[in-house]
């Protein structure tokens, strides 16, 4: 938080919050930042959901439907609870740590809080950068729990931004562009599974 704090400072009772909290599940870690200020609450919030998969938590950050819309989670509720129920505090917060998840390579964390922030052209820019990953070559790592399941993160958003194209005023470039590196990937992926009358089927659609 400070700069010029040292581990294990009296005054800097938000690192002290943090530090005490981050034994806790991320439910209970939310009843204890309530203790902060609001720019310090926030901070906490932004670092725990990149850490630990928290990002990625459907209990904490709430159901996104088929449809693409948003069942609140514990995040949304503790907020409206603290009297922030208007939902732009989550949004703003879900838009900057989903922006700092992409820079880092967290890209299951990145397509939900991007989407949860609003910034469905993000979403879209997440998604083309996701389906050009070199790991999708190497059966290896593409064969890897982590990379199974964001190739199901990646289908399941790209279903849903197909239905929403008007609804989330999309780039038709860049939605062209990310229709063909996703059908690129599923005809890679049928091949590798054995079902080439299938992926040819797709190319035929498409």
Not at 119 to 125: A, N, S
Request: proline share 4%; glycine share 10%; with cysteine.
């Amino acid at each position: 938080w400070d700069a010029l704090a040292v581990p294990g400072d009296p005054t800097d009772v938000p690192g002290l919050v943090c530090d005490y909290a981050s034994s806790f599940v991320a439910g209970d870690r939310l009843q204890y930042f309530r203790l902060l200020g609001a720019p310090d609450r926030a901070q906490a919030l932004e670092q725990m959901l990149l850490g630990g998969g928290a990002g990625a938590n459907d209990d904490l950050l709430g159901r996104i439907d088929d449809s693409g819309r948003h069942h609140p989670g514990l995040l949304e509720q503790a907020l409206q609870a603290d009297g922030r129920g208007d939902g732009a505090e989550f949004v703003d917060l879900c838009a900057r740590a989903g922006r700092r998840a992409l820079e880092h390579g967290q890209y299951r964390e990145a397509l939900r809080l991007l989407h949860l922030g609003r910034c469905h052209g993000d979403v879209l820019q997440a998604l083309c950068r996701c389906l050009r990953l070199p790991a999708w070559q190497d059966p290896a790592l593409a064969g890897c729990n982590e990379a199974l399941l964001l190739s199901q993160d990646i289908q399941r958003f790209y279903a849903i931004y197909e239905r929403n194209l008007d609804r989330y005023c999309l780039s038709s470039q860049t939605w062209s562009v990310a229709r063909k590196l996703y059908a690129s990937r599923m005809f890679h992926s049928l091949c590798e599974k054995g079902q080439p009358e299938a992926a040819l089927d797709l190319f035929d659609r498409e």
